[in-house]
RNA sequence: GGCGAUGUGGUGAAAUUGGUAGACACGCUACCUUGAGGUGGUAGUGCCGCUUUAGGUAUGGGAGUUCGAAUCUCCCCAUCGUCACCA
């Protein structure tokens, strides 16, 4: 029996206990509640883990071992995110394929991850890249594309009963989710095609298809991206420039279900925030579209979308997105010039300029009038790249009064500023999008207000045929291709038709998975064509049909694994429905706020897919969520004499009388903010033998600041080392012991310390270090005691159950410290202790476990200390005497006594007396168990 | 600019329904113990003031509600996140 606390033996004998007897293998088990605890999974980058990483994944390991206490059968898997650019960015230069890499990373997190005692059930592991896995990925678009949306039923269908309703009924009156365009045809229509001709008209439906979009096109990366992979006109892999690029693309048909997204927010338990980020990111806005006849053409009409058509009165021109499919035609000779010149300038400018520009106006005159529906007013039309062609109808009316855009463009182009509220202030001097007082200069709608104008308006456009209510989204479909190598293959080939048309068609289920083929570089065709191209000559299907060359995007694994994590070995379904209805959602979902509007909103797209085609069980997959704060890093500065001969640092403290110059300084050789000097010169080349030191109190201390972290900051913390140093037990404690999970918080070791103390402690509750010997006894429990225990209890269940992990370490410490003041070496409470400690200690619960008699491992399975209120019951409460809310003295009164009885004891008092000084109370309030008030009048 | 969040000692933080602000931990000070790898213990530590005692003051700033506000309301300031000419 160790009786030192020797946490690296401890620590390894456990992990190989656990590993050997698969103590935290999961299974369904319909006599036990279940509870499905899930981390984010991580992209395996060469960088291996800091000490960021395990922050998550400690939490969600403490939810798993609290949970399995309390008797729930818990599936807490892992595993990897392994598609992705920098493993294929190091394949092109170096020539080594991918796979070997991304294995190579694979290994060195599992090994870090294991260093820290997480209770995954490592048999489930999966890796997106893998065959095995992304067979299903493929599976799924299958379903996809063999899907089309029926707004009727509100969910998604196959694609079959479209096909009955177009024989049937045609597409006249079909309430599908489709672009615009698709042409209404009649069931007549519909047999006269050819079955070429049919297929081709259901590609508009599916909710994978391939579509000429304007996509973000990044040249440095040879690839697409989807919006949410673009910051700032700029990729956010690498921040290479991106460019709008019209290409054939497949898309997902997210914006079908786009309604669904935003509802379902409302029955999850996620913070405000990040179901704010994805109302904005889904965008929904109700207005009205609004046709305005073209002076001079007769055959077109100009569409807007506006949120205000109250306002349209108010409107005194009208401007088009530069890109608008119009413009050519609805330019005036006299202005031609003008205009080709405007959207050269547009087209010049790249995203970033324009968005750091957006406070200019710009915009030129087509010399083209617009007549406004409701007072027959001419307007001008201008183009303006304020208006964006991929918003709404790609045209705005301009309602100056009410629109500060609006305002600045009429302001500058000199145009009428009319008032349309009489509510309305100063709109000489700015915009004013009131919706209070009554309309004026309104012929329809004068007098009324807000809400009886728009349904007025509304209800008078709609009977004429030139407007109509709508629901307008900000979201765009997703597209879902990726010129790159390392990703999933799409499970489809191109086949003519009689014209020479090429059509893709899906593989056959029974052909999957399609495997990435070889190709002798990770890099583009000559002809510019993706990398998969280079394997065109042998890898056709059915030795004729070249496949799709593009691969999926990075978010596709990652948009299904909660699932194939319920039945990971499973090589007929990606889960079984027996799986799939056991383990049902996640109950919690722990990962980074920065995948706020990608991951998450894509994931529960697929998650209601799935549950549309009758898959998966659960309408939404993660039903409390947590985002963990990022760690920062905590930089460590010395301060170098400038002008000097002699190389010399300046100690922080005396830094502000020198010249002198910061530098960084590796951290770990820095503790608590100073500097080991010796470790110092030996570590830097930049630094001789000889460099002075000046220093204060006779150490050398260090500056700090916050900045991310990073190896060229020297900030950058490795648990593993942290692990040698302290154990991973108090990592786990004192990454939890930091604060508040979803805090933003620097990384700073120097309080570390306190929680190795704190763990050595309760070592020393059951064994006298020096004398080599337990010193655990079989006594029974002191009331002290027991009230020790069970305050720490009640406090730790209850934080737990609100994911306060960073108070329950408190409450272990003062317990341990009370313990410790009591000399308490109770059998009986040592051993609910251990079972309160095991969540965030798990390797030391293990060992003191089997010291106290039990037997190895069955700790993990135990049941968590259950509260007694009984041995917190008081006779007495101290009272805090306040004297107009201030408090001044306490006093103890029985525990039963009624407030009267305590007034009436207050107030015989002699100290109360004292500072009532004479005066006599004007009131005196008894919060029973509370406090007491005293309320002088003044 | 919109939206969301946050602001408490030298530091990380706590205060769950409004009820003794600063628990717990780091750091620091003093003393005892120990004496080779991040020892253990005792006491103290928000700020101002005092020899000690009183006492005063304090949760970004200002106002308000209340017997009582870190907590609720309004205005302002700062920081962080996020979207960003979305009609």
Known sequence: MRTEYQFRE???????????????????NPNKPKYYVLDMFPYPSGAGLHVGHPLGYIASDIMARYKRLQGYEVLHPMGFDSFGLPAEQYAIQTGQHPAITTEQNITRYIEQLKNMGFSFDWSREVRTSDPSYYKWTQW??????????????????????????????????????????VERISAESWHAMTEDEQYAYLLNFRLAYLDDSVVNWCPQLGTVLANDEVKDGLSERGGYPVEQKKMRQWSMRITAYADRLLRGLEEVDWSDSLKEQQRNWIGKSIGTDVEFEIEGISDKKIKVFTTRVDTIYGVSFMVLAPEHEWVAELTKPDQQADVEAYITWTKSRSELD?????KTVSGVFTGTYVI?????????????????AGYGTGAVMGVPSGDQRDWNFAKHFDLPIPAILDAQKEIEKQADNTKEGKYINSGLINGMGYKQATETLIQWLEERGIGKGKVQYRMRNAVFSRQRYWGEPVPVYFKPNAAGQLLPYLIQESELPLELPKIDKYLPTETGEPPLGRAADSWKYQGQYDYEWSTMPGWAGSSWYWYRYMDAQNGVEFASAEAVNYWKAVDLYIGGSEHATGHLLYSRFWNKFLKDLGYVAEEEFAKKLINQGMIQGRSNFVYRLKNSDQVTFVSHGLKDQYDVAALHVDVNIVENDVLDIAEFKRSRNDVPADAQFILEDGKYICGWEVEKMSKSKFNVVNPDDLIAKYGADTLRVYEMFLGPLEQFKPWNTNSISGSHNFLRKVWRLFFDEQAQKSIVVDSPATPEELKVLHTAIRKVQDDLDRYSFNTVVSTLMICVNDLGQLKCHSKSVLRELVLLLSPYAPHLAEELWVALGEAAGSISHASFPVFNPTFLEENEFNYPISFNGKVKLTLAFSATASPAEVEAGVLANEQVQKHLDGKAPSKVIVVPKRIVNIVLGK
């Not at 401890?10 to 369904?28: H, R, S």
């Not at 799924?140 to 196959?158: C, G, H, P, T, V």
């Not at 324009?354 to 957006?358: F, G, I, K, L």
């Not at 406004?372 to 964006?388: C, G, H, K, S, T």
Request: with cysteine.
């Open 10 to 28: 401890i620590e390894k004998t456990w992990q190989g206990f656990w590993e050997q007897n698969q103590t935290f293998k999961a299974q369904v």
């Open 140 to 181: 799924i678009f299958m379903q996809l594309f063999n899907s089309w949306y029926n707004q009727a039923s509100d969910k998604a269908e196959s694609i079959d009963t479209l096909k009955d309703i177009l024989a049937t009924k045609g597409a006249i009156g079909l309430q599908a989710v489709c672009d615009e365009e």
């Open 354 to 358: 324009r968005v750091s520009e957006v």
């Open 372 to 388: 406004n529906p409701l007072n027959q007013e001419r307007v001008p039309l201008f183009l303006a790249d304020y208006v964006l």
